[in-house]
C-alpha cells in the first residue's frame, strides 16, 4: 500500500494565485513527521516546512503552510502568492521512527507545478 | 546551500564498474541517509547510518554497500553497475536522535549524477 499518496501528477497556478498541492498518508504509527520539498529542474531537494504529528498548530513558513488534517491523513501543502520561481518538482514526505534511532523518509510520486503568467 | 556536500556531482562510467560516491554531512548531524531517484521518479530510500552505524535499511540492491565514517561522512559503493543504476543519488543528513525523537528536517545534498553507459 502506499504510504504517501499524491494525486496531481501535475497542477498549473496562475502568477500571484494560491495553490494546493495534495498529500494524503498512511501509517499507524502515532509518532511521525510529515514533509514538502521543492525540487526545481536543477535537481537539488529543498526543504520547505515540517509537520510534526503532534503538533498541535499548522506549520507556517513564509508564503508556505500545511494544512494538516490528522483524522484525515492530510497534509496538503499550500503556496501564497505563486512566483514563476515555484515552478518544480513537489515532493510529499512523511518519516516514520523504526526503533529509537532508525527512520526513514518515504516520499510521494511528486507533482509537478507550474507557475503561468 | 544546505550544508550536505557530496561528491562527485557527476560521474559517467561502464557497465560492470564500481563507483564511490561521498558525503559529508551538516556540521553536528549524526544521521544520514541515501536516496537514489531515476528518471521521472519519486525518490527511493536507500539505507540510514546513525553516528557510524547502519540503522535502517530500504531496497538497497546487494551490489551496493554504504557506510559512515568516524568523523561522520558516508559512502555509498555501487558495484557491478548496470545501464538500470543510472541516477540521482541523494545523501541528507539530520540532526539525529535527541529526547527519544529525530529532530526534524533531512537536508539534502545536491546529489551525484550517475551515468552508466
Known amino acids: 500500500a502506499q504510504k504517501i499518496t499524491q494525486t496531481q501528477p501535475g497542477m498549473f497556478v496562475q502568477e500571484k494565485e494560491a495553490v494546493t498541492l495534495d498529500c494524503t498518508y498512511d501509517t499507524s504509527d502515532p509518532s511521525y513527521g510529515l514533509f514538502w520539498y521543492k525540487q526545481p529542474s536543477s535537481g537539488e531537494m529543498i526543504f520547505l516546512i515540517y509537520q510534526g504529528s503532534y503538533d498541535q498548530q499548522n506549520a507556517t513558513e513564509g508564503r508556505y503552510s500545511l494544512n494538516f488534517q490528522k483524522a484525515r491523513k492530510s497534509a496538503n501543502l499550500v503556496i501564497s502568492a505563486s512566483q514563476l520561481g515555484d515552478s518544480a518538482m513537489y515532493f510529499c514526505?512523511?518519516?516514520?521512527?523504526?526503533?529509537?534511532?532508525?527512520?526513514?523518509?518515504?516520499f510521494g510520486t511528486g507533482t509537478r507545478l507550474q507557475v503561468t503568467l | 546551500d544546505s550544508g550536505v556536500t557530496q561528491t562527485p556531482k557527476h560521474l559517467i562510467t561502464a557497465t560492470g564498474q564500481r563507483v564511490t560516491l561521498r558525503c559529508s554531512p551538516r556540521s553536528g548531524d549524526l544521521s544520514v541517509y541515501w536516496y537514489q531517484q531515476s528518471l521521472d521518479q519519486g525518490l527511493q530510500f536507500l539505507i540510514q547510518y546513525y553516528n557510524g552505524e547502519e540503522r535502517a535499511k530500504g531496497n538497497i540492491l546487494e551490489r551496493f554497500s554504504a557506510q559512515q565514517f568516524p568523523d561522520l561522512h558516508s559512502e555509498l559503493n555501487l558495484s557491478s553497475l548496470e545501464l538500470g543504476d543510472s541516477a540521482l543519488y541523494f545523501c541528507?543528513?539530520?540532526?539525529?536522535?535527541?529526547?527519544?525523537?529525530?529532530?526534524?528536517?533531512?537536508?539534502f545534498g545536491e546529489g551525484s549524477r550517475l551515468t552508466v553507459l
Open positions: 541528507a543528513s539530520s540532526r539525529g536522535y535527541v529526547q527519544g525523537w529525530d529532530t526534524g528536517e533531512l537536508f
Open positions: 514526505a512523511m518519516r516514520e521512527s523504526i526503533t529509537g534511532t532508525a527512520s526513514k523518509l518515504t
